[in-house]
Structure formats: C-alpha cells, structure tokens
C-alpha cells in the first residue's frame, strides 16, 4: 500500500531563507510523487513531479524536489522564500494502479517579513 | 483550457437536506476524482470515473453518497440526508491518464447546520 507522511504540519521561515518541507514515503513498487499548494479558499495546484529519470525535480516558483530511495523521501525546497510563498503544501504519492492519489496531511508555511 | 470548474463555490444547508454538486473537468481529460477535505487535513479520496464508469470508490463513502458522470464529461456529487459531519470541502480533479497531475477545482465547500 502506497502512503506519504509530512513531517512538521506548521514550518515557520523568513523572508529570504531556505525552505524545507519534508516527505516521507511507503511504497511497494517504484512510486510517482507529487508536491501541490493550496492557497485559501482554492484547489490544489501542481508545484512539481517525479515518474522517472532524474530525481532531481524542478517545479514552479522556484521550488524543486529530491527523489530519494534509499531515504524514501521527497523533500521539498526552495532557496529563498518569498511572501508569497505563505501557503499550505501537500506531497502526493499514486497508487501502481493510477487510480487514487494518496495525499498527506499537509505542511502550512508561514513566512516572517 | 479553462480549468476544472466546481459549482456552487460555497453551500449552506440544515442538516436533513440533500445537496448536489456539479464538477465540469478539464475537456480532453477522461478520469475524474471527488476527494473530500477537512479543516488541517489532506484531500481524501472518495471516488473516481474514467469517461462515464465508476471504477472506484472508497469505503468512506456511505450510501448517502452518490456521485454521477452520464455523458463522461461533467460529474454531480449527490449527499442525501446531510449531516453535519459532511461539512467539508469537496474537491473535483481530472487528469489525461493514470499517471498524469491531477488538476483540481477550486473546491464546493459545505456546512451543514
């Protein structure tokens, strides 16, 4: 059974420092992984990806993600964090089947001016 | 592309009601999910079409649950007899095939009184 535990619901950071969101997963085959943000009110929309090939995912808005499987993670990053960056983020694992996304419970990043 | 597009944004009705919610998915895509979400928690799964069949859904759906997609475009999620546990938001997403992001909707959030 696929899973993805995030670690720390509530990361604080400041403007201009480094994030690091945390994610953990538990697969039994080769997983996808998924990094999405969900702003007040709004959907989820996709920050970056994993299927194959490099492990090294660049997303939008500056983030990126590592594939890891001998950690069975796939943290999140990004450099620098803006203001706008204040939002609530969620890893995503698939099934082998492609029919459900499993998601985690979610990180809420707040950042300091 | 315009999005997958959720009606009502927002739904308030008392407790014994039935509501019904409508999901228009993005238009090439032929798998559409409703996932529910509550308040510091990750979108869960509650069931998923590809075109107009339901291949799955999840043992959190009670029989109060029913959702709909006749013509394999737009889906309705049916709850009869709310309760006020039901409030929630209720996410639609689709995606091109089992492998591809999920693209979601801005959420039909719900409170039953």
């Known amino acids: 059974a696929q899973s993805v535990t995030q670690l720390g619901s509530h990361v604080s950071v400041s403007e201009g420092a480094l994030v690091l969101l945390r994610c953990n997963y538990s697969?039994?085959?080769?997983?996808?992984l998924f990094w999405y943000v969900q702003y007040p009110n709004q959907g989820l929309q996709l920050l970056l990806k994993?299927?194959?090939?490099?492990?090294l995912v660049k997303g939008i808005n500056g983030f990126e993600a590592e594939f890891k499987k001998s950690e069975t993670s796939f943290h999140l990053t990004k450099p620098s964090a803006h203001m706008s960056d204040a939002a609530e983020y969620f890893c995503?694992?698939?099934?082998?089947?492609?029919?459900?996304?499993?998601f985690g419970t979610g990180t809420s990043l707040t950042v300091i001016p | 592309d315009t999005g997958v597009s959720q009606n009502p944004r927002h739904k308030i009705t008392k407790r014994g009601q039935n509501v019904t919610f409508r999901c228009d998915p993005i238009?090439?895509?032929?798998?559409l999910y409703w996932y529910r979400q509550t308040l510091g928690q990750g979108p869960e799964f509650l069931t998923y079409?590809?075109?107009?069949?339901?291949?799955?859904k999840s043992r959190l759906l009670s029989d109060r649950f029913s959702a709909e997609r006749p013509k394999g475009s737009f889906s309705t999620l049916e709850i009869q007899r709310t309760e006020q546990g039901d409030s929630a938001m209720y996410l639609c997403?689709?995606?091109?095939?089992?492998?591809?992001?999920?693209?979601f909707g801005n959420g039909t959030r719900l409170t039953v009184t």
């Open positions: 997403a689709s995606s091109l095939d089992s492998n591809s992001p999920l693209h």
């Open positions: 697969s039994s085959v080769p997983p996808y």
């Open positions: 994993y299927t194959t090939g490099a492990t």
């Open positions: 995503a694992v698939i099934t082998n089947t492609g029919n459900q996304f499993y």
């Open positions: 238009s090439e895509h032929n798998r």
């Open positions: 079409f590809q075109n107009e069949a339901q291949l799955e």
